[in-house]
């Protein structure tokens, strides 16, 4: 495992809506010729370096998937400078990369090669990957036939298979059970140990705390607080059970 880093500064992703309040593409808003442009994410700036373990709190439409989604490298800044080194590993939903009609195996190899595995690395890691999803038979059906915890199983552990530098969660480790839960905690403790990095959002804290030692506070799209876990969570929960 090389040494990732994460460097972010003045970062910022909008969106665009129709008079619909439908999302629309830059080419469709100049055609309807009226749309209406929100910043999801906004001066955003942050440095992670090998080791961190951040956990990305804050409600609903804070920004946070849209920061993980970044990282990963399924959205890119509209403004600002965004550096991440290293192999990315990414959970960012149950449903990504995953064809209701294929196996587990097929979609493992599938889901291997667009991690960036050649087809026979893929094909040669398959064992090993049944092997880590613990999934045994089900390994071998249709993923339509798949709960949402076996997909997040079977996509945690094509992610993990790559050894990433950066590993990013996304809320599906929370619809995984406590068995497969702890095989995440253990794997990104192992990977921080290793010089890694994860980051991970959540609404579960108890178990972000269980591998993250920092904490970012996001609200309407900023950074509201930076700072160790159990700081900002509180300042978080504070200020949210003042608001209700």
Known sequence: ????????????????????????????????????????????????????????????????????????????????????????????????????????????????????MSRAEAEAALEQIKLATHLEDAFERPVLSYSEGMKARLGFAVADHTGPDVMVLDEVHEALDHEFRQIVADRAHASLEAGGIVVAAGHDHPLLATFCDRALWLADGRIAADGPFEEIRQAYLNEASIDS
């Open 1 to 116: 495992m090389s040494a990732g880093s994460i460097s972010a500064e003045g970062v910022g992703v909008s969106f665009l809506f129709d008079r619909h309040q439908r999302a629309v593409t830059p080419a469709l808003a100049r055609l309807r010729r009226t749309s209406t442009r929100t910043w999801g994410v906004h001066e955003m700036g942050f440095t992670i370096g090998p080791g961190e373990g951040v956990a990305l709190i804050g409600p609903s439409g804070s920004g946070k998937t849209t920061v993980l989604r970044l990282i990963a490298g399924v959205l890119s800044p509209d403004a600002g400078r965004l550096d991440v080194r290293g192999q990315v590993g990414s959970l960012l939903s149950t449903e990504a990369g995953l064809l209701g009609l294929l196996t587990g195996r097929e979609n493992a190899a599938l889901l291997g090669v667009l991690a960036g």
